[in-house]
Structures are given as structure tokens and as C-alpha cells.
């Protein structure tokens, strides 16, 4: 079984990118004030309040093999895509419109 991989999305103030931080970089590097992103990339990073900045391409790339397929294994719908009690309550079977 592969191991998890724990990230926080950093924007940096240089390049403007968001990248992904992992935990252990952030602790390592909370005394530096600097931290190592997935990529390679030394992160300075922006003020909380900054809005975040686009994804980094390297730190996608280096995600993407560890993303789990979207479509569900068993080709049913989704959880979020089934009707709901409301709709249900709403339409409920058996009642024909009459003319």
C-alpha cells in the first residue's frame, strides 16, 4: 500500500505560484521563515491575506501519478449525483398528472 502524501498549498511571494508543502518542510523550515515546495522551488511565502496564486506546474506534475482515478471503480453514479429526499418528496412515484 503507498503511502500518503500530506500538503499545504503555499503561495510564494516571488513567482506568485501556489505550491505543495509538505508538512515536514513546513516544520522544518518555520525557523528559516523559508520552506522546500514539491518541485524543488524555495518558498517565500506571501501574507495570509494574499488571494492564492495559480497552481505550480512542477508540483502538479508531481502529484498527478499519486491522484486517484475520478471515475468510480464500478460505473455507477456518484453519491453526489443521486436525487435527493426532497426531489423525492417533490416527484413522488405512482402520481400521474390527470388532463
Known sequence: MAERLYTTLITCHLDGHAHNVTDESVAA????GGYEALCDHRIVPAPMIAPVG????????????QEPDPAPASGRRSRHRKRGWLW??????GRRATV
Request: glycine fraction near 10%; include cysteine; proline fraction near 14%.
Open 54 to 65: 495559480e497552481r505550480c506546474p512542477g508540483c502538479t506534475a508531481v502529484l498527478a501519478p
Open 29 to 32: 523550515g518555520r525557523e528559516a
Open 88 to 93: 423525492r418528496i417533490l416527484h413522488p412515484r
